[in-house]
């Protein structure tokens, strides 16, 4: 399903945005802790006012499917039928909060000073987040392009250090990489790899499957295209060219004429440039079309992140890691 808003079937178009959002979740295509695109951006994407766009994110604010952070933006909850994440179906945003408030309370009655306390809080933040150093994480792919920006773009904690795996090197067991791999604090892959890379490593190696979704600002720009000319699909694999085009069919954009350019050459691409509407590149790719395309088309980068789910049960597995190897003993609440 896609973001659209029809001007002439009478319905508001608040009431038409929060309903396909309200679908998006309960399908379960955003999920919990997935952010939603901001207020002005998707209001200028979809050519309505940011009063449309704020009305429709309060009324799924209303329904509980969302939430709203200062100065972070508005995130999913989930299902109002489902717990929503933190305990007794509160919402981990707001359990941390009145843990912060029972702390200060602490803090007032002890007679302590604000300012010694907020520095001693930084002290063991900052303490915390050094705890990871020297974890070594592997991530396991099919296609250069996400295994690179997965490498670049993911935040695990300072000192973790990445090894970004080809499925095919796995395989093949080039450069002896099945041996590295089982000298690995953790071992990552999606989950279309995750039965294949634990079938070739074995039970004694833990292989952690991960979610990966397309941006939904990433569908949204997608979704405003007409559809009646083509768009360049420029990346560098037809793993990953096949992998867009099936993300589009899911998400309703299969009419899109994708046309797919893997070639490095200027002048194979400038050719392919020629004659489309837009222009779909994969991480990394954005300078090569922009250096011939100039301003002439659209360019939207396609780009899966991990979902917040995701993401944390890694950092969760990965500080039961430094636990395991003799660090000090670490909470996550």
């Not at 679908?23 to 207020?39: T, V």
């Not at 029972?102 to 050094?130: C, K, M, N, P, Y």
């Not at 890379?197 to 405003?224: F, S, Y």
Request: net charge negative; charged share 30%.
């Amino acid at each position: 399903m896609t973001l659209r808003v029809d001007r002439r079937n009478g319905v508001p178009l608040y009431v038409q945005l929060r309903d396909q959002m309200a679908d998006l979740i309960k399908s379960g295509l955003w999920r919990r802790g997935f952010k939603l695109p901001p207020e002005r951006h998707l209001a200028e994407v979809l050519g309505v006012s940011r009063n449309t766009v704020s009305l429709a994110y309060k009324g799924l604010a209303d329904r509980g499917l969302v939430t709203s952070q200062q100065g972070r933006g508005t995130f999913v909850r989930g299902n109002p039928d489902a717990a929503p994440g933190g305990e007794n179906g509160e919402d981990p945003e707001d359990r941390l909060k009145k843990l912060v408030d029972d702390l200060l309370d602490d803090v007032t009655e002890l007679g302590l000073d604000l300012v010694a306390v907020e520095r001693i809080f930084q002290r063991r933040l900052d303490a915390r987040r050094s705890l990871l150093a020297g974890i070594d994480v592997a991530f396991v792919e099919c296609n250069s392009e996400q295994l690179d920006f997965f490498t670049r773009s993911l935040e695990l904690g300072a000192g973790v250090r990445v090894l970004p795996v080809m499925i095919d090197d796995l395989e093949s067991d080039a450069a002896g990489v099945r041996d590295r791999l089982a000298e690995m604090d953790l071992v990552v892959t999606t989950f279309f790899h995750l039965d294949q890379v634990r079938d070739i490593l074995g039970e004694e190696v833990e292989v952690l499957g991960i979610a990966l979704d397309p941006e939904v600002e990433t569908m949204v720009r997608l979704a405003q295209l007409p559809g009646d000319r083509p768009v360049a699909l420029v990346c560098l694999s037809e793993v990953f060219a096949h992998r867009v085009q099936k993300s589009l069919e899911q998400s309703g954009l299969a009419h899109l004429d994708t046309r797919i350019e893997l070639s490095r050459d200027a002048e194979a691409l400038k050719s392919a440039l020629a004659d489309v509407d837009a222009a779909i590149v994969s991480p990394g790719r954005r300078r090569d079309v922009q250096i011939l395309s100039g301003d002439e088309i659209p360019i939207i980068e396609f780009i899966y992140k991990p979902d917040a789910g995701s993401v944390n049960v890694l950092q969760r597995k990965l500080l039961e890691r430094h636990r395991d190897r003799g660090g000090d003993s670490i909470v996550v609440t």
